[in-house]
């Protein structure tokens, strides 16, 4: 079993800054893919970012690209995902995920771990 907790969400301006961070706990062993998706109001659950257990590899969603940063610290069991440059349309509630899974994957089905969320709204 792993334990996730998201943390960082808030209201920003367009433009503005927020980073989220998740923690895990329990069974965080080795090859532990993770990644962050996101849900809008009236929306379906929409892949954002992800990373491979060593971080050697990340895969973002199109409409995040050259904005948005996943990064991990295994020896802290943390995941971040640094938002920079935010738009009204990346309004949300962020979930964290994680999977036994190798590969930076962008299925929400791989990942059988998830947070409760962190709600993230950017006025215009």
């Known amino acids: 079993q792993v334990l996730l907790v998201e943390s960082g969400g808030g209201l920003v301006q367009a433009g503005g800054s927020l980073r989220l961070s998740c923690a895990a706990s329990g069974r965080t062993a080795i090859n532990i893919g993770m990644g962050w998706f996101r849900q809008a109001p009236g929306k379906e659950r929409e892949f954002v970012a992800a990373i491979t257990w060593r971080g050697e590899s990340t895969n973002y969603a199109d409409s995040v690209k050259g904005r948005f940063t996943i990064s991990r610290d295994n020896a802290k069991n943390m995941v971040y995902l640094q938002m920079n440059d935010l738009k009204p349309e990346d309004t949300a509630v962020y979930f964290c995920?994680?999977?036994?899974?190798?590969?930076?994957?962008?299925?929400?089905?791989?990942?059988?771990?998830w947070g409760q969320g962190t709600q993230v709204t950017v006025s215009s």
């Open positions: 995920a994680a999977g036994r899974l190798v590969r930076a994957s962008n299925s929400a089905s791989n990942y059988g771990y």
